[in-house]
């Protein structure tokens, strides 16, 4: 997860390269992460069930961070997995996602062991009065996302707060902040991380990359990921 699929290619061509010649991979892209398939012919299945398993264990050391789990595993369910074992809780306050994030956290069974709630911030008036945003602050910012996901972690005593704020489209935009932009953040008890995305496509897209990529930023820190170098 976070590396579009061309970007993807280009970091792990050498790894690609190298594969026996019995095992083909297969780039399997959605909307929220990329599957990568590996299949083997022509060879014994234990064989190639260890040298799978040696060849992802490779991969992990080519992309740091970035593999977040084998089978059916989803951004959503390794971060449950990590709150699960660490005993630690999330809540999140969304504007532009609409309660997307929450959706995609409690489709899981099990997510009440870790999903405290949420509380989705459409207007003005609920940023203030229920996440303790500054009046003064009030548009499409950093500012506004660290609040936001700093106040429903206080309102919810969650050890982490989720939070987005941006433009879904179609319209909303402006020269300075297009349809797509979108802030992000994630508080915790090491501190408060931000980051923007822009995305170009049509408001429902725009809803599923920006709840992706929020999950992922609280996954990042889960790992012990740093907080720069990892959005390029």
């Not at 060849?55 to 951004?75: C, H, K, W």
């Not at 941006?166 to 902040?177: D, F, L, Q, S």
Request: hydrophobic fraction near 40%.
């Amino acid at each position: 997860s976070g590396l579009a699929e061309s970007m993807l290619a280009e970091r792990i061509a050498g790894w690609e390269a190298a594969l026996p010649p019995y095992l083909h991979l297969a780039y399997l892209p959605n909307a929220n992460n990329i599957r990568l398939r590996l299949s083997a012919y022509d060879v014994d299945r234990e064989k190639a069930a260890a040298e799978i398993d040696r060849q992802f264990a490779l991969l992990d050391r080519v992309i740091p961070y970035r593999i977040i789990g084998y089978g059916d595993a989803t951004l959503e369910s390794a971060v449950g997995e990590l709150l699960r074992r660490n005993g630690e809780s999330v809540a999140v306050a969304e504007s532009c996602t609409g309660g997307n994030i929450a959706h995609r956290f409690t489709l899981h069974a099990g997510a009440s062991e870790y999903f405290m709630g949420g509380v989705v911030a459409y207007s003005n008036d609920v940023k203030c009065a229920l996440l303790g945003v500054d009046p003064e602050a009030l548009a499409v910012s950093q500012t506004v996302a660290e609040q936001m996901a700093e106040g429903v972690r206080k309102a919810t005593g969650a050890t982490y707060g989720i939070s987005t704020t941006g433009i879904a489209g179609p319209g909303g935009g402006t020269p300075e902040k297009p349809v797509g932009t979108v802030w992000m953040a994630v508080s915790g008890p090491q501190g408060t991380v931000s980051h923007k995305m822009q995305f170009e496509s049509l408001r429902s897209q725009n809803i599923e990359r920006a709840s992706s990529h929020a999950i992922n930023l609280l996954r990042l820190r889960l790992c012990g990921a740093p907080d720069n170098g990892l959005w390029t």
